[in-house]
């Protein structure tokens, strides 16, 4: 089982971002993903999950509107579109299935 994410960066605030978990080793289309993410001197926090058929989404209410969770079962990947940034949103954004956790990709929101 693998997860490697993709797509963070540096980005000013009210920027937007769209991160990328791409998995292998696992029937995707049966499991359920997450976003997590881990700011400086915090602990871990849930960000979003969706279902094996994309039909339900659960978004955390610090990003609720602001960021979007989708999936693609024939390319077997979960992403995150994440929309009016603020330093806040600023940590280490990591995508999660069951047990195995990818490595995490760098997201910074500074002016």
């Known amino acids: 089982v693998q997860l490697v994410e993709s797509g963070g960066g540096l980005v000013r605030p009210g920027g937007s971002l769209k991160l990328s978990c791409a998995a292998s080793?696992?029937?995707?289309?049966?499991?359920?993903m997450s976003w997590y993410r881990q700011a400086p001197g915090k602990e871990r926090e849930w960000v979003a999950s969706?279902?094996?058929?994309?039909?339900?989404?659960k978004h955390a209410d610090s990003v609720k509107g602001r960021f979007t969770i989708s999936r693609n079962n024939y390319k077997k990947t979960v992403s995150l579109q994440m929309n009016s940034l603020e330093t806040e949103d600023t940590a280490v954004y990591y995508c999660?299935?069951?047990?195995?956790w990818g490595q995490g990709t760098q997201v910074t929101v500074s002016s």
């Open positions: 999660k299935t069951r047990n195995t």
């Open positions: 080793g696992f029937i995707f289309s049966l499991a359920n």
């Open positions: 969706i279902d094996s058929t994309g039909r339900i989404i």
